[in-house]
């Protein structure tokens, strides 16, 4: 299946090609393609590195090109303004197309990543030093659809996805040991150690962000490779995705990293005892003068009592 999908990429290419002086790139679309001497070749906007269009381009080159390409930036950012996001940012890219170890911003702000370009540490200065790129080695997807009458059939989910991981992405099946299903939710690992990679190898990292982008409407394919998700025929409707990155070398954020969420568990905590102890209180005096009341009156019942 794997190679029938390259050899439709290959035609692809080849047809594109043959149109006088325009080519495309069918995997990737934020690129620039030019025909030299009767070849279509194609550079991602942003980095200028050439891509082989015959198979995923790099995670990393990707994120470079969309920072990069015609028409990503509406208005220019103010100078000291920042976006909380490490989801996306313009990355230091390597020859071979994977992360740098340690990535920085224009504040001199620098952080080290793994090879998933996934923030693994806390943010620091400039003298930040990252040994090595850790290698994510395992990537955890989950998926919710719609609600729909009936459940799917957990084999046919599953081979439904495995299917279209195979061939719309190029990976082999034995780096996706498991796809489960629970309605609405679906699990699917994708696990890929350094030795078990071969150089033809696509990497699970940049599967996941193919997977994630297309979900999400953006796909980094051209227009023509349309992605379709179906079960027996029927649309799997995506509403949600969440991705977790698993390294060899677990991360290294500080307490800091955690601080505001240790906040927010204290305070709720705090408010709960304080709300138990108001109404503790409150019912402890109810009850306390509702005794009075009663005792009072029986007092003055058994003066009458004794007057008569």
Aim: glycine fraction near 4%; include cysteine; charge should be neutral.
């Amino acid at each position: 299946m794997e190679s029938t999908f390259r050899i439709v990429l290959f035609l692809m290419v080849v047809a594109a090609s043959a149109e006088e002086d325009h080519c495309t790139c069918p995997t990737n679309r934020r690129t620039l393609c030019v025909m030299e001497q009767g070849s279509c070749i194609c550079k991602a906007f942003g980095s200028n590195q050439k891509v082989d269009c015959l198979t995923l381009t790099s995670k990393c080159l990707l994120m470079k090109a969309e920072m990069n390409a015609p028409g990503s930036r509406r208005f220019p950012k103010p100078e000291t303004g920042f976006l909380d996001n490490d989801g996306l940012y313009d990355p230091d890219c390597e020859n071979n197309g994977i992360f740098k170890a340690r990535q920085c911003n224009h504040t001199d702000t620098c952080w080290c990543v793994n090879s998933a370009g996934v923030r693994r540490t806390d943010k620091h200065d400039k003298n930040l030093r990252c040994n090595e790129l850790v290698r994510t080695s395992w990537i955890f997807i989950e998926l919710k659809h719609k609600e729909r009458e009936s459940p799917f059939s957990q084999s046919e989910v599953a081979s439904s996805l495995l299917r279209l991981i195979q061939n719309r992405y190029m990976l082999r099946p034995s780096f996706i040991p498991s796809i489960e299903y629970d309605y609405p939710f679906i699990k699917i690992d994708l696990k890929q150690n350094a030795s078990q990679k071969s150089y033809t190898d696509v990497d699970i990292a940049d599967v996941a962000y193919y997977f994630e982008k297309d979900i999400k409407r953006d796909s980094p394919f051209a227009s023509s490779n349309k992605f379709n998700i179906t079960v027996k025929g029927e649309p799997l409707d995506i509403e949600e995705v969440l991705i977790y990155y698993v390294d060899e070398i677990p991360p290294e954020f500080s307490m800091q990293f955690l601080k505001a969420g240790i906040v927010a568990v204290v305070v709720v905590a705090l408010l709960a005892i304080l709300t138990g102890i108001t109404v503790f209180v409150i019912m402890r005096r109810w009850r306390t003068g509702k005794y009075k009341k009663v005792e009072a009156k029986e007092m003055g019942e058994m003066q009458i009592n004794r007057v008569s």
